[in-house]
Each structure stands twice: as C-alpha cells, then as structure tokens.
Antibody
Framework: QVQLQESGPGLVKPSQTLSLTCTVS??????????WSWIRQHPGKGLEWIGY???????YYNPSLKSRVTISVDTSKNQFSLKLSSVTAADTAVYYC???????????WGRGTLVTVSS | QSALTQPASVSGSPGQSITISCTGT?????????VSWYQQHPGKAPKLMIY???NRPSGVSNRFSGSKSGNTASLTISGLQAEDEADYYC????????????FGGGTKLTVL
C-alpha cells in the first residue's frame, strides 16, 4: 500500500531555510488526481495546511505563508519537497506530508517530523 | 484563531454516544459537502475517519458517523470505547480567497 515518509533536518537556525522531503512508496506520485500536501502542527496546537502540489505540477499555498513557501516534486525519485524560508521560532512544529483528494480530505499521512527553529 | 469552530473538549462514558460539532460559514462547511474528520492520538499522525461529510474509509468502525446541517457539521461516536480517547479535528474545503482547506481547532475527547 502507499506510504509517505518525511525526512530532513530536525534543527534549523533562525533566518535559514527549512527543507523537508516526502518520499512516496508503494505507488506513483504522478498518478492523477492527488494533491500532495504539507501540513504542520505547532506543539500542543491544531493543524495548519501549508500548501499542495498537484500531480500536474501546479501549486497552491496558504496565503499566510505564501511569500516563504515553495513546494516542488521530483517524479524520478517519487518525492515532493517543502522549502520554508526565513524561519523563526514560530515555525517550530511537527511537519506532515499527506495525500489529498479533490473532496478536500487527506487519506494518507506521513508519521510527521519535528522541526525546531533555534540557534 | 481557527477558521472552523469546535468545542475544546467533550467527554462520555464507555458505551455512550457523543457528538462533536464543527461550525463554519457558507463559504466552507455550509457551501460544500467536503467536510472531513480526523482522529489523532498523542504522538501520532492524524487518521481520516470521515470524508465528504458522511463517508467512512475502509477499516473505520461504523460507530463513527458524520452529518451536516447548514454551516455546522457533526461527528458522532456511538458505543464509546477507551481507545476512542483522542483529539478530533474537522476540515473543510473553502472558497474563501484565503485558503483552500481549513481545519478546526480540535476537540479533546475524554472517555471517563
């Protein structure tokens, strides 16, 4: 079955760029109809949708983060990635990658990775 | 502040039924049948429990059901079990210019 796994540094310095990769196994990331998404959860808080990349390559970002976010896809590696620039302590969170559907739901999630922004 | 409003906490005894509400607007919950619900145990990733208001993914117990009336969606859990104790989040598609998907603030379910 399809599985997602996040990877990347767990510690990022303030003002630097947070970079995470989500590896999709058991299925092709190029399969039609999916919105490959990033979602984060601040410690002890709720979920915040960051953005998605559609299988066609189009992207859409949360406007509150849009100026700092880039999501890209590498179909040869069956991966999609998140870059969040100019991070501050407020970006400390567990970051999840997830598979989204047009109906606005996320049926598959990675296990999540904690990213701490600190000097 | 979350775009969708959920109660911070609900509780119930084993065997009872509880309902968690999720209130939005006509731009999200009320305007589309694209409401979903997630269960999250501590330290774990969210798990999809309900999609498109009332559909259950394969493998999810039929004790979980969803509905919607106007701008408010609801998740009902019947025959409460200890393992149901978790945080629950609703989500909806939104036509607001600000976001494509929005989440509720989450509800902590305690099984007494």
């Amino acid at each position: 079955q399809v599985q997602l796994q996040e990877s990347g540094p767990g510690l990022v310095k303030p003002s630097q760029t947070l970079s995470l990769t989500c590896t999709v196994s058991g299925g092709s990331i190029s399969s039609g109809g999916y919105y490959w998404s990033w979602i984060r959860q601040h410690p002890g808080k709720g979920l915040e949708w960051i953005g998605y990349i559609y299988y066609s390559g189009s992207t859409y970002y949360n406007p509150s983060l849009k100026s700092r976010v880039t999501i890209s896809v590498d179909t040869s590696k069956n991966q999609f990635s998140l870059k969040l620039s100019s991070v501050t302590a407020a970006d400390t969170a567990v970051y999840y990658c997830a598979r989204g559907w047009l109906g606005g739901y996320f049926d598959l999630w990675g296990r999540g990775t904690l990213v701490t922004v600190s000097s | 502040q979350s775009a969708l409003t959920q109660p911070a906490s609900v509780s119930g005894s084993p065997g009872q039924s509880i309902t968690i509400s999720c209130t939005g607007t006509s731009s999200d919950v009320g305007g589309y049948n694209y409401v979903s619900w997630y269960q999250q145990h501590p330290g774990k990733a969210p798990k999809l429990m309900i999609y498109e208001v009332s559909n259950r993914p394969s493998g999810v117990s039929n004790r979980f059901s969803g509905s919607k009336s106007g701008n408010t969606a609801s998740l009902t859990i019947s025959g409460l079990q200890a393992e149901d104790e978790a945080d629950y989040y609703c989500s909806s598609y939104t036509s607001s210019s600000t976001l494509a998907w929005v989440f509720g603030g989450g509800t902590k379910l305690t099984v007494l």
